[in-house]
């Protein structure tokens, strides 16, 4: 069947998948309703913009099944939660930290505790599924026979079928990379070689421009990109005026949303320790969230340290304690992202504000990334 989110097609010529589309697709039952739910390791009513649309999106589908550590919003919207292994209990291999992918090595992550209570991980989980869908459709079956490669149908036996380039090359093999924990393969191995029709770095993009012609992109969808380029123009890095959701003459100012270093992925809100330090280093304060202003600004709509604001878009409204801060441009409200759940536990709830709530939805179309950065707002003494 179709994709939901619509990759592939010339809306999203490049995208690898486009997440926060899908909210909208399955609202219209487009390009079929959808009957089922599984989400594991995500929140999407919590971290996507416009994140209240994905309640709703949960609310319409008939049975949903949330997979997770911690009982989340969109746990709350499940009619069946999956309590899922932490990375202390479980097997699985991931690329060094700094981006630096598979060149240079690979982490192995292994059981160091035996699992609390009955719980599985997410190949465990989807293992199962699949050998249980391979009893009725042959083609799924066999997609996942043999899945952990030569090793077993098992976590261990994927992980290790899954790193098997990596710990072959060790002289003491799997059961080094055991003790190890790591392995490095040395430097990435540059070579003055791109992935460009003419191997060459190339200023005119001649990927982007095959792409477009594969798509038959026409200007109607470079519109709907909002790129205002044509020719061969469009090619070629160049400025484009933003576009925002809001009119300036009702909403003055841009929202700005960050993530603390502390806190990138808003895991750790149910975290009384976490908690404790959210924003020490920056305002010495944990346990919320503020709506950091210019001094100039907040001057200008009768607003001071400490004061309960509203923060309004087209969208919606959240409230928020004020922050006058000089490191803010006069032009812009900024806010922390993590906090404002109403679920996620007794230490997560209930503490600031979530900003993605009143983010409008718009995408960067060429490669389907949600936009942030987009949504014009105000900000009111509360």
Request: hydrophobic residues 35%; proline residues 6%; glycine residues 10%.
């Amino acid at each position: 069947k179709p994709r939901i989110d619509e990759k592939g097609t010339v809306k999203f010529p490049y995208a690898h998948v486009i997440t926060n589309n899908a909210a909208d697709n399955i609202l219209k039952d487009f390009p079929y309703p959808i009957e089922m739910a599984l989400g594991y390791w995500n929140n999407f009513t919590f971290s996507a913009p416009g994140s209240r649309r994905w309640e709703e999106v949960l609310k319409k589908v008939p049975f949903v099944v949330h997979h997770t550590t911690h009982i989340s919003e969109w746990s709350m919207y499940s009619d069946i939660v999956l309590p899922a292994k932490t990375y202390l209990e479980k097997w699985a291999a991931g690329s060094p930290a700094g981006g630096s992918g598979l060149w240079s090595g690979m982490t192995l992550y292994q059981p160091v505790v035996s699992p609390l209570y009955d719980t599985r991980c997410e190949v465990e989980l989807a293992l199962a599924l699949g050998k249980k869908l391979g009893e009725s459709y042959p083609s799924i079956k066999k997609s996942f026979e043999g899945i952990g490669g030569a090793y077993g149908d098992t976590a261990e036996g994927y992980t290790k079928a899954r790193t098997e380039v990596h710990w072959k090359a060790l002289a003491g093999g799997w059961d080094e990379l055991k003790e190890k924990g790591t392995v490095n393969v040395g430097p990435y191995k540059f070579k003055w070689e791109f992935k460009t029709p003419s191997k060459k770095f190339e200023f005119v993009s001649g990927n982007l421009k095959k792409l477009f012609e594969d798509k038959k992109v026409t200007d109607a969808e470079l519109e709907t990109y909002r790129i205002k380029a044509r020719g061969p123009l469009v090619f070629v890095p160049h400025h484009e005026d933003p576009t925002f959701i809001g009119d300036p003459a009702k909403y003055p100012l841009v929202l700005i949303t960050y993530k603390n270093q502390l806190n990138q992925e808003g895991r750790s809100a149910n975290t009384p320790w976490a908690q404790e330090m959210y924003l020490n280093p920056l305002y010495g304060t944990g346990w919320t969230n503020l709506a950091e202003v210019n001094p100039a600004t907040a001057s200008k709509y009768g607003v001071a340290d400490g004061d309960a604001v509203f923060v309004e878009s087209e969208v919606g409204r959240i409230k928020a304690t004020a922050k006058v801060s000089e490191g803010v441009h006069p032009d812009v409200v900024a806010m922390c992202y993590g906090q404002g759940h109403w679920a996620y536990g007794r230490w997560a709830k209930d503490r600031g504000a979530n900003p993605n709530e009143i983010t409008g939805v718009m995408f960067e179309h060429i490669t389907g990334m949600a936009a942030y950065f987009n949504t014009r707002i105000r900000i009111s003494k509360a």
